[in-house]
């Protein structure tokens, strides 16, 4: 089999295997034991993570919220294997998520796209996996990358270049590269913070409708309450300096999501606690 019928199989295997995954027993498949993350900074040492506990089950979807600076993107890092904890450590999927990067099994979607803009759409979305695997040949991961944008809604601008996509396409065109390694881990770091407030709720419904067919894991860090609870099981909201995970609210959501969850009773209950929790940990931070 190619590797890009496999992932084309694996997408369409998703829906089966999210319901498999929702399981409460589900094993983790992220999980941070203690926490804790210190900087240096102009000779000064400071505290960012303090005792930070996650556990993220596999096939899951969790956003974390928390106020500018308190350090959600360290942890996402630390859950990447980009920083290595002070503290505490990670297991991806039971193994350090240094190994589980070198394995392909976590993507990673940031705020910019950071396209290489001399390649077009599907040589943008193949770039990562050619660089991660050698032994792929081009025809197959320009075959996996097209089957990715086909996923993200980019299907015939496979040839456009950066700069003739908007700013919504490029980073669809970020998620399909991510998407491309076939991990089963997607970690993204406020994605959509650059959009239009509309072009934000299409990508919202485009990353729903990905989790939902392929049963990833996925963990979001985002500034919107809305779209964190629209799309997560659970909300983990930071705050502190350093900061902790001060609660973790569970959104009662039916699945699967849609138009409809926004009238949901549940989707307004979670909203107004994450709002209160919110202000009390903009309260809470240091002048
Ligand atoms: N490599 C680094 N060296 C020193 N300090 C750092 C480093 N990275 C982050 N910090 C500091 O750690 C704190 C948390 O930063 P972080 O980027 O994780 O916050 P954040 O919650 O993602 O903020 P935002 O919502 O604005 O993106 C900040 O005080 C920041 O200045
Ligand atoms: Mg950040």
Known sequence: MTAALSVVQSVEAGAGAAAVNSAAD???????????????????????????????PKGS??????????GKSSL???????????????????????????????????QDPILLPWKNAVENAAFLLMTADDTIGKTEAFARAAAMLRLVGLEGAERK????????MRQRVAIARALA??????????????????????????????????????????HSIEEAVFLSREVHVMGGAPAQIIETVPVLLAQPRGAQSLTDPAFKSAQQRLRTLL???HQRRPA
């Open 279 to 281: 202000i009390e940990s």
């Open 161 to 168: 270049n950066p700069s003739q996509l908007s700013g919504g």
């Open 26 to 56: 589900a094993p983790g498949h992220i999980e941070a034991h203690d926490i804790t993350v210190d900087f240096e900074s102009e000779g000064r040492r400071q505290r960012v993570l303090q005792a930070i506990n996650l556990s993220v």
């Open 76 to 110: 996402l890092k630390v859950l990447a294997g980009l920083i290595a904890p002070t503290e505490g450590r990670v297991l991806v999927d039971g193994i350090a998520p240094q190994q589980a990067a070198k394995r392909r099994r976590i993507g990673l979607v940031f």
């Open 61 to 70: 979807f969790v956003s974390i919220i928390g106020p500018s600076g308190c």
């Open 181 to 222: 390694l076939d991990p089963q881990v997607l970690l993204m770091d406020e994605p959509f913070g650059a959009l239009d407030a509309i072009t934000r709720e299409e990508m919202s419904h485009c990353l729903l409708d990905i989790w939902q067919r392929t049963g990833k894991t996925i963990v979001l860090v985002t």
